[in-house]
């Protein structure tokens, strides 16, 4: 499914240690559960770098343990081969056309409810007093699809740049946010939905005991999310069971706060996509939604339900939409169920009781709606808390050479989920006819969010790197915009592609 640049691939692809004789140079580690090797990869000129694939951090979510709390990993014997990614969260199939055009879908691992693994890039595996910052990678998706080693979060640039960089699969859909009586009533914490984000904070529980090996610092770790990953950072600064396990936090294109209205006016979302990160029904009202589709579909108690079939239970929610023309939003977003969420992101935030960690927050020119206002209403209130925000706005609009027709409106321009190929600067793995000043962009996007995760400060220690990025304050509201200059703005729009220097 993927088109490279015939020229590209030999300037920027890298040579990997991936036989098993090969492979044994990478340093066989001890994490919770055994020991595991990765492989190591050697970029000519560069360096190497260690990667560490599929690595469980929590017990299998099937059968029994469908619909609880992450469970204590299970050992196992030997060493266990981690070269090759385990299974993203289950969910539809991806065809040709949008987001499985742009991105490239097809070398990933089959689609499962046996998902919970995750993934370890860095240059320093098994070199525990290294100490190198950690970052958090949370993929979007709608709460629904996504996996954290789609090709545009490659690793490897991270890795290179001295952070120790983590991707993870979590739960999604019906499997990863159902609300249900029953699951409630034999809960300890009396309490249902909100899998998906007990998974992300059993990861960071994960980095917690088990970074060190990596090279990683468990005391400097950062979590950035785009989209639904985005809302799931939202959902875990706020929610009690994850303090402490981080100390910054990025939003890529989630949204801010609701803008409070003037005198007179009617209250304003800050975006249209507000009812997606803002919706938030109490535990019983989402259990009741529940409860009635499921009733529908003759999925009358838990044990039906724990019985029926990954295939048949990942779309019922959207049959019925379809088939009774409403409109819920039950299993595919995080809710507020007085444990894992206590409240809304919106009201904690202007309370002041979210994560009190530096933040990164911004948007893209052509996103799902204006994310700006909210973005702005959130630096602000961090400003006058005596916090620090950082604001952004993504505006390159995407080089398009016309190869792919089927690539529809919605993604041109800086579109939702543009800025991807820039924070991971993995833009040879895409078929856009990328220009020199594309390279340049995506190497200052790359290097302010990995010296955010070093120094909590994108310009780097004591603002060495240069970027002029100033936080957001009453005084100075003000974005970074992250853009081609004029010369490279010119040669894009010549359509002609320009190769790396």
């Known amino acids: 499914m993927k088109k490279f640049f015939v020229l590209l691939l030999p300037l920027m692809a890298f040579l990997g240690c991936t036989s098993q004789e090969q492979s044994k140079d990478c340093p066989v580690l001890t994490v919770e559960g055994g020991q595991i090797q990765g492989l190591c990869y050697q970029v000519p000129d560069v360096g190497t770098y260690y990667a560490y694939k599929g690595i469980p951090y929590a017990a299998a979510p099937i059968g029994d343990l469908r619909w609880k709390e992450p469970q204590p990993v299970v050992a196992w014997e030997g060493v266990k081969d981690c070269t090759k990614y385990g299974h993203p969260g289950y969910q539809a199939v991806h065809y040709p056309g949008g987001y499985a055009t742009e991105w490239g879908y097809g070398d990933e691992a089959p689609y499962s409810e046996d998902c919970l693994y995750l993934n370890v890039f860095t240059k320093a595996a098994g070199q525990a007093d290294k100490k190198l910052p950690v970052a958090l990678w949370i993929h979007g998706g709608g709460y629904r699809e996504g996996w954290g080693t789609e090709p545009e979060f490659d690793g490897k640039e991270w890795a290179l740049k001295d952070v120790v960089l983590v991707t993870i699969n979590y739960r999604l859909g019906i499997f990863g946010f159902m609300p249900y009586g029953e699951l409630s009533a034999e809960s300890p914490h009396g309490v249902s939905g909100n899998y998906g984000i007990m998974d992300q904070i059993q990861s960071l529980k994960w980095i917690k005991e088990n970074i060190a090996q990596f090279g990683g610092d468990p005391n400097n ?49 800050a975006t249209p996509m507000a009812k997606f990160f803002t919706y938030n029904p109490t535990l019983k009202e989402a259990e009741a939604e529940t409860k009635k589709v499921m009733d529908w579909a003759g999925l009358t108690d838990l044990q039906k339900l724990r019985a029926a079939s990954t295939e048949i239970l990942y779309p019922m929610c959207n049959i019925y939409n379809m088939v009774n023309k409403s409109d819920l939003y039950v299993m595919e977003r995080p809710i507020v169920d007085g444990y894992v969420s206590l409240k809304s992101f919106d009201e904690a935030a202007r309370e002041g009781s979210i994560a009190d960690v530096p933040y990164m927050i911004g948007y893209t020119l052509n996103d799902l709606g204006s994310l700006g206002p909210g973005i702005a209403e959130f630096c602000k209130v961090r400003s006058e808390q005596g916090g620090k925000a950082w604001a952004y706005e993504f505006a390159r609009p995407l080089p398009d ?9 919605r993604l041109k321009g800086a579109f939702h989920s543009s800025d ?82």
């Open 420 to 501: 991807l190929w820039f924070v991971f600067k993995s833009l040879e793995h895409c078929w856009r006819p990328w220009t020199q000043g594309d390279w340049d962009l995506a190497e200052k996007m790359l290097t302010a969010w990995t010296n955010f995760a070093k120094y909590s400060d994108p310009n780097g220690a004591e603002g060495s790197e240069g970027l002029g990025w100033t936080p957001w304050t009453a005084e100075s509201p003000q974005f970074m915009l992250f853009k081609l200059d004029d010369k490279d703005a010119e040669a894009s729009a010549m359509g002609e592609p320009i190769l790396p220097e």
């Open 401 to 409: 050479d016309g190869s792919h027709p089927e690539v529809t409106e």
């Open 221 to 269: 770790v950062t979590i950035f999310g785009q989209s639904a990953g985005a809302g799931s950072v939202r959902t875990i600064c706020e929610s009690p069971l994850a303090r402490g396990l981080f100390h910054k936090a990025v939003i890529m294109s989630g949204g801010g706060l609701n803008v409070p209205p003037k005198d007179g006016e009617a209250p304003k979302l």
